[in-house]
C-alpha cells in the first residue's frame, strides 16, 4: 500500500528541513478535533475534503502554492486522509511547504496547527483549495491582495 508519509518523509529529509512526527495518540487526537470542529461528525468520513462545513474554497491549480504566503513562519501540521495513512508531521515553518510537496507524488493533504484553529485542505486530483477556521478571513484577504480573478465559494 502507498503510504502518502513516507514520500512526504523521504521530501523533506531530501530538502533537509526539520520535521517531528507526532505520537500515534497524538495523531489520533489531532484528528478527532479537526472532525469535531469542521464537520459534521466527531468520526472520520472518507474524503475528509468533502465533509468539511464552514469552509471558503477555490478550484484552481497550483492553489496550494500559497501555503508559502499563508503559512509562513508558522508551526504547522501536516496530514493525510486517515484511510490512506495516519501519520502526521510537525513542520516549523508552513511556507516551506509547496516545496516539499512539489517533490512528492500528487496527493490529497491537510494542514492545521497544534491549537487546531484552522485547517488548510488540498485535493490534487480536482485542485480543490478549501480553508476552515481562523484562516478563512486570512485566505479572502490573501486572495484580494494577490488579485488573482477566482471565484471563491463558501458552505456554511
Known amino acids: 500500500m502507498w503510504k502518502r508519509s513516507d ?3 523521504n521530501a523533506v529529509e531530501n530538502l533537509h528541513f526539520k520535521y517531528d512526527v507526532l505520537s500515534e495518540y497524538k495523531s489520533n487526537s489531532l ?3 479537526v472532525y469535531s470542529k469542521f464537520t459534521n461528525t466527531p468520526n472520520y468520513s472518507y474524503p475528509l475534503w468533502e465533509n468539511l462545513h464552514s469552509f471558503k474554497g477555490v478550484i484552481f491549480d497550483f492553489a496550494w502554492e500559497w501555503l508559502s504566503d ?3 513562519d508558522e508551526k504547522v501540521i501536516i496530514f493525510f486522509e486517515e484511510a490512506n495513512d ?4 510537525v513542520i516549523m515553518d508552513g511556507s516551506v511547504i509547496p516545496q516539499i510537496m512539489n517533490e512528492c ?7 492545521t496547527n497544534e491549537n487546531v484553529d484552522f485547517l488548510y485542505a488540498y485535493h490534487h ?5 478549501r480553508v476552515c ?3 478563512k478571513e486570512k485566505f479572502e484577504k490573501y486572495i484580494s491582495k ?4 477566482v471565484d471563491v465559494y463558501s458552505a456554511n
Open 7 to 9: 514520500d512526504f518523509k
Open 125 to 129: 486530483d480536482h485542485s480543490i483549495f
Open 70 to 72: 499563508l503559512l509562513k
Open 105 to 111: 507524488p500528487a496527493m490529497t493533504f491537510y494542514i
Open 133 to 135: 477556521g481562523s484562516a
Open 146 to 149: 494577490i488579485g488573482i480573478n
Open 86 to 89: 495516519k501519520l502526521a508531521f
Open 31 to 33: 484528528r478527532s478535533l
